[in-house]
Structure formats: structure tokens, C-alpha cells
């Protein structure tokens, strides 16, 4: 490994080349290997090319609404060899009456997938949000409730055994503190509903990786205590867990998630994959170059940590453009998120990021 200065003099380096050809100076076959264009006929070297020579994947979210803006398409089908549904698997869009399944949107997003050669993260069987009115305008008994998780479960990963490489299966169970969450699953059916919808899940789709999922979880804390405690019990109890999904939605004026490396490490080490699962690091408008220098050096950051542990499979951005982040909806004054801007065109976290791969 190349000493600190040495790797200091490398990233300096490869961020003045960044600049170079961001304006135009630096021309030529060093100029298109640095972009991953094309040089001495050579195809574009991708994200998702240079991630799968470290044995990882990058990928990035959708949703429908977007597909119809080819330019989009174009590169979210050239750049990235992992697709995750934003929407179209959430219960509210495939159970929308109760045993009445629609599956339009999230079969859209992975026919477009298949067009493409990628593959398909699958989110998110159980989750306390984006429920559909049947579902939480009604009290339900313990059986009651147990029987239409299990068949809203297993009714869509049947539908999509074979076509998707991973589910969320259970998404954002815990507090903040590290205390359970109180959805309508956990208040009716106790913390046990966790195994059961994992259990169901892989006797639906037994090669499918199945993964808890949540955010701010990124460092070692009370929260993310609670997903290893309960990996751990998971596991000495045999119940089918292939992964925790730590989402990654950072931002700039809450500070680095520092001890993500070592977090990643202890999952790993309870015999787990882990991944990245829907990064994006927001930041208070409007964005400055300091900003954005800052940001692209916690996306270089984090993809440095997942890929100095063995079982970090892979990262994903939560869209890959400002253009359609979720952010500014929600978090309103705060945005400018993603590696690509709002005109598709990249950003200094853009090449950290291929810089780290590189």
C-alpha cells in the first residue's frame, strides 16, 4: 500500500487532472483515460466497470416518472450495473387493495434493468411508510395481521424470483436510540415480525439475498448497536440474513460518519455483506465549490471504506442526479446531493468517486 504522503500525492494529482479536463486544458488520451473515455478506440470506462474490477457493484436508484427523459436513461444504462426501484415495489404501489397486486412500475424498472445487463436491488417488502390506506385504517388482530404480511411477502417475491439479486426486506425498524420502532407490525406482532418476513422472503426466493435496511447507521451508535445485537440473534437462531443496508444519506453540516470503515467491519464480521444502499450527501444551499470539494471528498471517502472491507459488496447512490433527488421535497433550503447536477452533467464527487475506484 502506498505510503500517506503517497497516496496524498496521487489524490492531489488526480484531482488537478479532474480540473484540467473539466475545462478543457488537458486534452488527449490522458485527458479521456482520466474521464474513461475513449482512448485508442477504447470504450468509456464506467462506474460500474471500474467498481466490478474490485469485485463490487455501483448502482443507482429510479423511479418511473423518469424514464421518459431519454437523456436520463441514456446514462443511467450506460454508467451503473445495479438498479433499486425509488417506489414501484413499496406496498402502497403493489398491494394498493388488499390481495389485489399491481406490479406495473416495479416490472418497468426491471424490464429496463434486463434491457441494460443489470441487475436489481428490491425495495422494500416492510416498511412503517408509504402503506396503503386498507392496510393502516384498520386494527388488526395478531393472526389477522400475520397472515397478510405473509401473503403480501411472499405474493411479490414470487412475482419477482429470479429477477432481482437482493431484497430490502425490512426497512428503518429501529429509533434513533436503538429502540424498536413503533409501526404497526412491531405494536401487533412483536419484534418477532423481523424473522418471520425473512423466513417468508426466502422460502419465496431462496437465492435472493435478503437484507435489514436503515439509515443513520453508518457509524457505531445506539442505532446501529441494534442492528448487530439483532443480526446476532438472527443468526444463532438460523434465521435467512445475507446483509444489512446502511443507507447513506449524509450531510455535510452533521459531519463524516467517521467510524464507518469499523461498522462495516463487525457486520462482516458476524459472517454479513453490507452495503451502501441509497447514498446521497445533501448540503445547505446554495452549494459553494467548497461545498462541493467537501462532498465529493466524503463520496471518495466512502467508497474507499466499503471497498477496504472484503464483504462491502457494493454501493448505491439514491438517484445519481440532482435532477430528481428526493431531497429538496424533504428537506427544504438543502440539496445539490448527487454526483451529477441538475443538467446530467458530473460533479467533483462524480470523479472522487471514480478516483477512489480507479
Known amino acids: 500500500m502506498p505510503s500517506?504522503?503517497?497516496?496524498?500525492?496521487?489524490?492531489l494529482a488526480g484531482?488537478?487532472?479532474?480540473v484540467l479536463v473539466a475545462s478543457g486544458?488537458?486534452?488527449?488520451?490522458?485527458a479521456q483515460a482520466h474521464e474513461g473515455g475513449p482512448a485508442?478506440?477504447?470504450?468509456r470506462t464506467t462506474l460500474a466497470d471500474l467498481a466490478q474490477r474490485h469485485g463490487r457493484y455501483f448502482g443507482s436508484a429510479t423511479d418511473n416518472p423518469e424514464l421518459t427523459d431519454t437523456a436520463y436513461t441514456k446514462i443511467l444504462g450506460e454508467e451503473f450495473d445495479m438498479i433499486t426501484p425509488g417506489n414501484g415495489m413499496k406496498w402502497y404501489a403493489t398491494e394498493p387493495q388488499q390481495g389485489v397486486f399491481d406490479w406495473t412500475a416495479g416490472d418497468e424498472i426491471v424490464d429496463l434493468a434486463r434491457d441494460h445487463h443489470q441487475k436489481v436491488r428490491a425495495h422494500t417488502l416492510v416498511w412503517h411508510s408509504q402503506l396503503p390506506g386498507w392496510l393502516t385504517g384498520k386494527e388488526w388482530t395478531a393472526d389477522e395481521l400475520r397472515a397478510v404480511l405473509k401473503n403480501h411477502i411472499q405474493t411479490e417475491v414470487r412475482h419477482y424470483r429470479g429477477k432481482v439479486y437482493a431484497w430490502d426486506v425490512v426497512n428503518e425498524a429501529f429509533n434513533e436510540d436503538g429502540t424498536y420502532r413503533e409501526t404497526v407490525f412491531y405494536k401487533t406482532l412483536g419484534p418477532g415480525y423481523i424473522a418471520d418476513a425473512l423466513r417468508w422472503a426466502h422460502q419465496a426466493d431462496p437465492k435472493a439475498k435478503l437484507y435489514l435496511n436503515d439509515y443513520n447507521i453508518e457509524a457505531v451508535g445506539p442505532k446501529s448497536d441494534a442492528y448487530h445485537t439483532l443480526a446476532k440473534e438472527l443468526k444463532a437462531q438460523r434465521v435467512p440474513l445475507d446483509g444489512i443496508g446502511l443507507q447513506a444519506h449524509l450531510a455535510l453540516q452533521y459531519g463524516y460518519p467517521t467510524t464507518l470503515e469499523d461498522n462495516l467491519r463487525r457486520f462482516s464480521r458476524l459472517g454479513l455483506d453490507t452495503a451502501l444502499t441509497e447514498v446521497d450527501?445533501?448540503?445547505l444551499l446554495p452549494a459553494t465549490d467548497e461545498k462541493l470539494a467537501q462532498q465529493a471528498d466524503w463520496y471518495r471517502d466512502m467508497t474507499e471504506a466499503c471497498l477496504a472491507v472484503r464483504r462491502c459488496v457494493g454501493i448505491t447512490v439514491w438517484d445519481y442526479t440532482d435532477k430528481y433527488s428526493w431531497i429538496p421535497a424533504f428537506f427544504p433550503g438543502q440539496g445539490a446531493a448527487l454526483p451529477w447536477d441538475e443538467q446530467l452533467a458530473p460533479k467533483p464527487a462524480y470523479r472522487a468517486i471514480r478516483e477512489a475506484l480507479s
Open 4 to 11: 500517506t504522503a503517497a497516496r496524498t500525492r496521487l489524490r
Open 15 to 18: 484531482a488537478l487532472a479532474a
Open 25 to 30: 486544458v488537458a486534452t488527449g488520451p490522458a
Open 281 to 283: 450527501v445533501r448540503m
Open 40 to 43: 485508442h478506440g477504447k470504450p
